[in-house]
């Protein structure tokens, strides 16, 4: 509770700064939205407090996480699956992070100087395990899931630390052409193995007629927030 808390404060400038771009694209149209990486509830708060919703569509993995979205959310417009997604329909396993932000599909390189001193941080120094659990995941494809029942999604939220690419590359060119923006996150420390670069994620993107308008630096973490908009 403690590092939300923190991590939220030393966020709030940068929401402002999304909240601004965003505000300048959309100002009180009705907006549909997917936000892939749910966790606590923070993207579906930010878009039903600043923005006139009709849809948002929650992607959330980690089944506790899910449970407590639905008894938060679902009578707010808000449609929460509990699934991962990614390239294609299969199975996972969701690595539980002490901090579920840091939750993750993919494998963690524990001998990074990041992963020392995150863990350090989130330990407080104490021996305990930096995952704590893991749990089976559903995986889906969102063009077969979702995006080809929709006409059009204004934002496609993604904050799946590390598994960006895997859910961009399952998208069609015709789903493409239905979203108007793509915010985010990209992680450049070496702790994820993610198996790709930032560079293959601009490359899909701009072979998809999508072009970066807005960049901002996480503090504190070799991070950073994009949003690309179609063409």
């Known amino acids: 509770m403690f590092f939300d808390f923190l991590t939220n404060i030393i966020d709030?400038?940068?929401?402002?700064?999304?909240?601004?771009?965003?505000?300048?694209?959309?100002?009180?149209?009705?907006?549909?939205?997917?936000?892939?990486?749910?966790?606590?509830?923070?993207?579906i708060n930010f878009f039903l407090k600043n923005f006139?919703?009709?849809?948002?569509?929650?992607?959330?993995?980690?089944?506790?996480?899910?449970?407590?979205?639905?008894?938060?959310f679902s009578?707010?417009?808000?449609?929460?699956?509990?699934?991962?997604?990614?390239?294609?329909?299969?199975?996972?396993?969701?690595?539980?992070?002490?901090?579920?932000?840091s939750s993750t599909i993919n494998k963690i390189n524990t001998n990074t100087n990041y992963y020392k001193r995150k863990k350090k941080i989130l330990t407080f120094g104490k021996k305990m395990p930096y995952f704590?659990?893991?749990?089976?995941?559903?995986?889906?494809?969102?063009?077969?899931?979702?995006?080809?029942?929709?006409s059009r999604i204004d934002i496609l939220k993604i904050d799946t630390e590390g598994y960006e690419l895997n859910i961009l590359k399952g998208i069609s060119k015709e789903d493409f052409k239905k979203i108007k923006l793509i915010y985010f996150e990209h992680h450049y420390d070496l702790m994820i193995a993610k198996g790709y670069k930032f560079s293959d994620i601009n490359k899909l993107l701009k072979n998809n007629n999508?072009?970066?308008?807005?960049?901002?630096?996480?503090?504190?973490?070799?991070?950073?927030?994009?949003?690309?908009e179609s063409n």
Not at 20 to 35: G, P, R
Not at 53 to 69: G, S
Not at 75 to 101: P, T
């Open 132 to 150: 704590i659990g893991t749990q089976k995941i559903k995986v889906i494809n969102l063009s077969e899931f979702l995006l080809s029942k929709e």
């Open 52 to 72: 006139n919703v009709n849809k948002i569509y929650v992607f959330e993995p980690n089944h506790q996480l899910f449970e407590n979205l639905i008894r938060k």
């Open 210 to 228: 999508f072009t970066l308008k807005h960049k901002l630096r996480m503090k504190f973490r070799k991070s950073f927030e994009y949003i690309y």
């Open 75 to 101: 009578n707010q417009n808000a449609f929460i699956f509990n699934y991962g997604v990614g390239f294609q329909n299969e199975e996972k396993i969701l690595n539980i992070s002490i901090d579920s932000a």
């Open 12 to 43: 709030y400038t940068n929401k402002l700064k999304v909240l601004n771009f965003l505000k300048k694209k959309f100002n009180q149209n009705l907006i549909n939205v997917i936000d892939i990486g749910g966790h606590k509830g923070e993207t």
